[in-house]
């Protein structure tokens, strides 16, 4: 007696089942890989909620322990990082604004190079740059200390001393990346602009320095400032969430930590790019 | 009229108003020593790698205040993970566990942390030690997170500590620095640091030369009678092991991790009619089949 048929497999004969059998195959692997997001998304959001929380109730309490700590991430993602983000702010000038300037030049348009360069380097590179760069030098670091740390113990040493591991390790972290994103943010766009303008003086460019600077400050609105402080401070909110959650979250083996490193970056990566693409809807609403 | 009043405002603020209860860590009473300070009623251990699987069942254990309890089993049977759910670190899969009398599992957050405050862990595997921070500020750090004050408020309080430990010469080294021995010191100095009550170590002596393993017996014989170093109130001691022999002289009671059972033995006299196999293997004594 034959058994009876329990999929299309085996329903299917010779090539045919071979290739329901792969598109099966790829369908579990797409699935698994919704599965796998949706379970980071519902991780992170809980992890960055639990964090805010801790920030609401608990950002005064310890404070001669925490508060050394956030100066000395701000220290980190921002005052260290001085040197590279000027580097890349004169390259952006250079790049960006300086071939802007020249080519508005050419067709005589250059009463809106203003415009050009609120809505190139203050909307969208600016912030974007910045937050990249951090997410690369300091967000990396945070996942392999935070990684090396749980894989060694020392959290859970933390919760029996009755530290608040979020409250000592997370919390520093996130509003020092804020502040400091945002304060790098502010010297890169203004490094980027003078640099620009430079580069536009060293080509002749017809544009003088007061008008350069009366066509930027006509194109800004107090919009600009408000949304850039918020977006900058939501950058940094979200590599630290991001990169602490990979650390921190789950156990992790020292031979994890380099892959946690990885997918951290990845995911950093992703979620400023949806959160720039979400305030380019602001912004155009506006 | 008024002066009842006054007394009754007096007893209302004593906590506020009382210097000494501002530092939680000062003990002004002597403790009730037939009350427990431990309870773990048909308690089930999680393991903290697969927290939905048991390690250890059916745990009926009462500490009373004051005793010294030595907690034998072999490698990988779960001691680890019995102390960290003893000191509250991690949640029983079912059962009671009472810390000072307090069912953890209905506490607030405020009050949990207030009350696993009370207990402090001694990490086996080299202490769990900050590696990025030096021996003195590792001791510092539980008291300046708690009494929110700067390392310098607590120098002296930390170098007490030092001192009654034998560590002062290596305050400023990192763990990395310190012999691999002496680092479950430094993690014994940084748990007496916020003056616990009942004192949980996993497996304190495990990579100590015989000369270290007498100044751990010695030393908490003396914290369970009462030690300097914690004004003198008597510690309640819980120490799991893998070689009950060291033990003997200073444990005053003790039990058995079995496969995945719990077996009390009771006083130090009831070990020599305990049948069970693995006591004589923590004891390293010869049965007959070894002999065999």
Known sequence: MQDAPTSIADLAPGRDAVQ??????YLNWIGRRILRLISTVQGLGAFGLITMGVIVTKFKSASHVVHPLIRAQIHRAG???????????????????????ALLSRVGATTYAGTIMVTVVVRELGPLITALLVLARIGTAIVIELGTARALGEVEALEALGIDPIHYLVMPRVVGLALGIFSLTVYLILMALAGGYLFAFLQDVPLMPGDYFSQLAAALRWEDFALLALKTCAFGVIIAVVTCYHGLARPLRIQEVAEATTRAVVEGLVA??????LFIVVYLLM | MHLAGRVVHRRLFADVTDPAEHE???????????????EMLNACVAASHAPECAVIEGIDWTVRVGDFWVVGGSSGSGKSDLMATAAGLLRPLRGVHRLFGEELIRLDEESFLRQRRRAGLVFGNEGRLFNQMTVAENLALPLCYHRNCDAREVRARVDEILEHTGLSAMANRTPANVNRSLRSRVALARALALQPELLLLDNPVRESDPAQRRWWIEFLSVLCAGHAVLSHRRTTIVVATDDFRPWLGAGQRFALITGQGWRTIGAR????????????????????????
């Not at chain 1, 260290?80 to 300037?101: D, K, N, T, Y």
């Not at chain 1, 400023?272 to 693409?277: G, S, V, Y």
């Not at chain 2, 006299?269 to 065999?292: F, I, N, Q």
Request: glycine share 4%.
């Open chain 1, 20 to 25: 329901v059998r792969w598109a099966r195959r």
């Open chain 1, 79 to 101: 005052v260290r990082l001085l040197p590279i983000v000027s580097f890349v702010a004169m390259a952006l000038g250079l790049a960006v604004i300086g071939q802007a300037v």
């Open chain 1, 272 to 277: 400023c790019t949806w959160l720039d693409a």
């Open chain 2, 24 to 38: 939680p860590w000062t003990l002004n009473f002597e403790p009730d020593y037939t009350a427990a300070a431990l």
């Open chain 2, 269 to 292: 006299a009831d070990l020599s009619a305990c049948d069970e196999p693995l006591l004589r293997e923590l004891l390293h004594e010869e049965t007959s089949e070894t002999r065999g």
